[in-house]
């Protein structure tokens, strides 16, 4: 028998931890964790991407949760069956700053508040929930986490979940992973190309030393929020697609075109 089931059928569209979560996949019924599908804020694999949308990267320690809403309010028509959670963390350090921003010297709060995974609850019972791919950020673990400041919130976010790495006893890749409280990660779990890859089993400062030498995405100035950087990717591709100007002196027939008899 297989060690996953389907969970609970409700679908859910919420900002998560640095992505939005769509839907349900599995739930783990050794751990009793149901597993989202996610689509992440800005993209956050390569060192490259590290670079162009964190505004910094720190080494983060949860030390408390809380579930922002009751049971009974998650199964109401707004929340949909979803119970949404934050989570403090303590900043051990910080291991790289955005030295291409004009806010660069801003300090990085010693604590952080962070949305994360929360729960989905179906007949008053909550099956806690995690992004597929990526930590739930769990207290009393350890974690290294691209983060942003949001102009939308005017807050320090996690710029996409599933960038985040287990960071337990000082290895990357060792610790709580899809609610998972002690993993021990392989090339075969994450994005090929990604820090995830390229720091595995080394420390913060292989991280900072990857990302140290990673240049930005072609073509994104470094300005503004996480967002702003996107966007101006979004603009670019959309533009790409757009039809091909008329030659100069050509024109579109229109309702009142002349039609030339054939004259044959």
């Known amino acids: 028998m297989s060690n996953r089931m ?3 059928s409700a679908v859910v569209a919420l900002a998560i931890a640095g992505g939005v979560a769509w839907g349900v996949a599995s739930a783990d019924q050794g751990i009793g964790i149901a597993l989202m599908e996610g689509e992440p804020r800005v993209p956050a694999d390569t060192p490259a991407e590290w670079v162009t949308y964190a505004d910094a990267v720190v080494v983060a320690r949860v030390t408390a949760e809380r579930d922002t809403i ?3 309010e998650a199964e109401s028509d707004e929340n949909g069956g979803y119970q949404p959670r934050e989570v403090t963390l303590s900043v051990v350090s910080v291991i790289w700053k955005n030295e291409l921003l004009p806010n660069a ?20 019972q909550a099956t806690p929930a995690a992004i ?5 950020l769990a207290i ?15 807050t320090w976010e996690i710029i996409n979940s599933t960038a985040v790495l287990p960071y337990d006893d000082g290895t990357v890749g060792i610790g709580e992973w899809e609610g ?21 089993g080394g420390t913060a400062a292989t991280v900072s030393q990857t990302l140290s030498s990673a240049k930005p995405v072609d073509g994104v100035e470094i300005v503004g929020d996480p967002d702003s950087r996107w966007q101006q990717v979004v603009a670019r591709n959309d ?5 091909d100007p008329l030659p100069s002196g050509s024109e579109t027939p229109g309702d009142d075109s002349t039609v030339v008899p054939d004259t044959e």
């Open 105 to 124: 010297t801003t300090p990085i709060p010693p604590t952080l508040t962070l949305q994360a995974s929360g729960a989905l609850v179906e007949d008053g």
């Open 239 to 243: 533009a790409s697609t757009e039809p």
């Open 180 to 200: 998972s409280a002690s993993r021990t990660l392989s090339p075969s779990d994450l994005e090929a190309g990604s820090v995830a890859v390229k720091a595995l």
């Open 6 to 8: 389907k969970a609970a």
């Open 140 to 154: 009393d673990h350890t974690y290294i986490m691209p983060i942003g400041k949001f102009a939308s919130s005017g």
């Open 70 to 72: 009751s049971v009974s």
């Open 132 to 136: 597929e791919g990526s930590p739930r």
